[in-house]
């Protein structure tokens, strides 16, 4: 078998097996979503009690993400992979076992080191994928969050189906079956992991030292980035686990109805990275982020207004009633799908971003983003129910998320324009009309810059002394922000310091 047969066999393997085990430890991830209702009646607990079950999970799940990252840079993804499997595998079934609410709360906190593989497979998928295909892979990988429905749909059936029931090694059925049967996947999968892949995997930081690794994270950007994660991850994984609540309180549905509509969302907020990922390679990474901003900002400015009417008191003390409005279950599990599916092209479009940038530091870049977007998931509930109680609305949930996407779509077009106005002025027409026979755009148009284009190949610049005519021609070597449009010929430190 030639090199490169090799190296694509290898590649094809480390991808289905990273996305194979990132599915199932998402899924474990998530559970409490579904199962808190049941342990809830169990163990008597309250709604703040409950909610800190799913939060402390989501917490735990989200800070190891950095040192994840560099680890896997460093000694590869494979042993990393492996181990977090098992270690997952130890609480996830002593989780079947909990008799009370300090134990659970414990056991979900150990659990929620599974989300921490995030980060893993997108730095041992970025170490084996060239970077033309890089956002293709990471997209694929990244649709592994559809784990989040897993036990949407299979907890209900096997909670109401196995109650009453004792199994193998004293597990009771119901709820408690389902952290138990995850227990044994998360083995099995370990096992085939460490079978399956190549046994000389790559570690593109294993000679860099830890404080080089850590030096792109000093750069702006990486919190920017981290910022437009929280946007369409945390977001993401907050309605992942206030659905289900979300939908049986405000519309009465049953579980089983709860759990298919929230799935509604999780679906295409997963399997629509993919298609993120083919997007941001074919037509840049921020055009990514602009579409995911704009419908993100339509989508939750609609499902953000209370229902209601505006009561109006004439001059004669006469009372009447105006437009008087009201979400139906239809109307509001469509707009939820629409905001899944920008959800999750923006989330291949963020990370399409970081190989390109940080190359040699997927790893610690790629953790931080993810860790960012994972403390937002657990930051975001605790802020949709305080909204609520001030508000004294539902859907000031979606009032959250507005505010939080406009915050991201502000700073980035804010960022591009303040680049394309002070260090490429050509480049304006990407956002805003040429005026019609100007030279200046005329001959940058004459190299349009592709898509691409590698980082360190020549874009036209064209300079003026005058605001009528060109004078000096030069080109200057490209960044990352400029292989995509809209984008800058050159993106300096200071510049993206100030933005």
Same mark, same amino acid.
């Given at each position: 078998?030639?090199?490169? &047969?090799?190296? =694509?066999?290898?590649?094809?393997?480390?991808?289905?097996?990273?996305?194979?085990?990132?599915?199932?430890?998402?899924?474990?991830?998530?559970?409490?979503?579904?199962?808190?209702?049941?342990?809830?009646?169990?163990?008597?607990?309250?709604?703040?009690?409950?909610?800190?079950? &799913?939060?402390?999970?989501?917490?735990?799940?989200?800070?190891?993400?950095?040192?994840?990252?560099?680890?896997?840079?460093?000694?590869?993804?494979?042993?990393?992979?492996?181990?977090?499997?098992?270690?997952?595998?130890?609480?996830?079934? #002593?989780?079947?076992?909990?008799?009370?609410?300090?134990?659970?709360?414990?056991?979900?906190?150990? /659990?929620?080191?599974?989300?921490?593989?995030?980060?893993?497979?997108?730095?041992?998928?970025?170490?084996? $994928?060239?970077?033309?295909?890089?956002?293709?892979?990471?997209?694929?990988?990244?649709?592994?969050?559809?784990?989040?429905?897993?036990?949407?749909?299979?907890?209900?059936?096997?909670?109401?189906?196995?109650? *009453?029931?004792?199994?193998?090694?004293?597990?009771?059925? %119901?709820? !408690?079956?389902?952290?138990?049967?995850?227990?044994?996947?998360?083995?099995?999968?370990?096992?085939?992991?460490?079978?399956?892949?190549?046994?000389?995997?790559?570690?593109?930081?294993?000679?860099?030292?830890?404080?080089?690794?850590?030096?792109?994270?000093?750069?702006? !950007?990486?919190?920017? #980035?981290?910022? $437009?994660?929280?946007?369409?991850?945390?977001?993401?994984?907050? @309605?992942?686990?206030?659905?289900?609540?979300?939908?049986?309180?405000?519309? +009465? /549905?049953?579980?089983?109805?709860?759990?298919? @509509?929230?799935?509604?969302?999780?679906?295409?907020?997963?399997?629509?990275?993919?298609?993120?990922?083919?997007?941001?390679?074919?037509?840049?990474?921020?055009?990514?982020?602009?579409?995911?901003?704009?419908?993100?900002?339509?989508?939750?400015?609609?499902?953000?207004?209370?229902?209601?009417?505006?009561?109006?008191?004439?001059?004669?003390?006469? @009372?009447?009633?105006?437009?008087? $409005?009201?979400?139906?279950?239809?109307?509001?599990?469509?707009?939820?799908?629409?905001? +899944?599916?920008?959800?999750?092209?923006?989330?291949?479009? /963020?990370?399409?971003?970081?190989?390109? $940038? #940080?190359?040699?530091?997927? +790893?610690?870049?790629?953790?931080?983003?993810?860790?960012?977007?994972?403390?937002?998931?657990?930051?975001?509930?605790?802020?949709?129910?305080?909204?609520?109680?001030?508000? %004294?609305?539902? =859907?000031?949930?979606?009032?959250?998320?507005?505010?939080?996407?406009?915050?991201?779509?502000?700073?980035?077009?804010?960022?591009?324009?303040?680049?394309?106005?002070?260090?490429?002025?050509?480049?304006?027409?990407?956002?805003?009309?040429?005026?019609?026979?100007?030279?200046?755009?005329?001959?940058?148009?004459?190299?349009?810059?592709?898509?691409?284009?590698?980082?360190?190949?020549? &874009?036209?610049?064209?300079?003026?002394?005058?605001?009528?005519?060109?004078?000096?021609?030069?080109?200057?070597?490209?960044?990352?922000?400029?292989?995509?449009?809209?984008?800058? *010929?050159?993106?300096?430190?200071?510049?993206?310091?100030?933005?």
């Amino acid at each position: 078998m030639s090199g490169s &047969s090799a190296g =694509s066999t290898g590649r094809t393997r480390v991808l289905v097996m990273s996305t194979t085990a990132f599915t199932v430890m998402f899924a474990v991830w998530m559970m409490f979503g579904i199962l808190g209702i049941p342990i809830q009646k169990e163990l008597g607990l309250s709604n703040v009690e409950l909610a800190w079950v &799913s939060a402390v999970a989501i917490l735990n799940g989200s800070m190891w993400r950095l040192p994840a990252g560099m680890l896997t840079d460093r000694i590869g993804g494979r042993k990393v992979t492996v181990a977090m499997l098992l270690a997952t595998a130890v609480p996830a079934y #002593f989780v079947s076992q909990a008799t009370s609410y300090l134990m659970l709360l414990v056991l979900a906190f150990l /659990v929620g080191f599974a989300g921490n593989l995030f980060s893993v497979g997108i730095a041992w998928n970025a170490a084996w $994928y060239p970077r033309e295909r890089q956002g293709f892979a990471l997209g694929v990988f990244g649709a592994g969050n559809v784990g989040a429905s897993v036990t949407k749909f299979i907890g209900p059936a096997i909670i109401t189906g196995t109650a *009453g029931a004792t199994y193998l090694f004293g597990v009771d059925g %119901g709820w !408690r079956l389902v952290p138990a049967i995850y227990a044994v996947l998360l083995v099995a999968i370990a096992v085939l992991t460490w079978v399956v892949t190549p046994h000389h995997d790559r570690m593109p930081g294993r000679s860099q030292p830890v404080a080089t690794m850590l030096t792109p994270l000093k750069d702006v !950007r990486v919190w920017r #980035f981290g910022l $437009y994660y929280v946007a369409v991850f945390g977001a993401y994984v907050a @309605l992942s686990v206030s659905l289900p609540k979300y939908y049986v309180d405000n519309f +009465g /549905v049953d579980l089983w109805t709860a759990a298919l @509509l929230t799935a509604t969302f999780i679906f295409p907020a997963s399997l629509l990275r993919p298609v993120g990922g083919w997007f941001s390679d074919t037509f840049g990474a921020r055009r990514g982020m602009y579409f995911t901003f704009t419908a993100m900002l339509v989508t939750s400015g609609i499902l953000m207004m209370p229902n209601g009417h505006v009561v109006i008191q004439q001059a004669d003390g006469t @009372l009447t009633e105006h437009w008087n $409005y009201s979400i139906g279950l239809v109307p509001f599990a469509i707009l939820v799908f629409l905001l +899944g599916c920008a959800m999750g092209i923006g989330k291949a479009a /963020v990370y399409k971003h970081i190989p390109e $940038y #940080f190359p040699r530091s997927v +790893g610690p870049v790629g953790g931080l983003v993810g860790m960012l977007g994972g403390l937002g998931g657990f930051a975001l509930p605790p802020l949709f129910a305080y909204s609520n109680s001030w508000l %004294g609305f539902a =859907s000031s949930t979606f009032l959250v998320i507005f505010l939080l996407t406009l915050a991201c779509a502000v700073w980035m077009h804010w960022t591009v324009v303040h680049m394309l106005h002070e260090g490429s002025p050509h480049l304006s027409d990407w956002f805003e009309p040429p005026p019609a026979h100007n030279p200046l755009i005329e001959a940058a148009h004459a190299e349009p810059l592709d898509a691409s284009e590698p980082t360190g190949s020549p &874009s036209l610049h064209v300079g003026t002394t005058t605001t009528s005519a060109p004078t000096t021609t030069t080109a200057p070597t490209t960044t990352p922000e400029t292989a995509h449009a809209p984008a800058t *010929g050159t993106e300096k430190q200071t510049t993206e310091a100030r933005a």
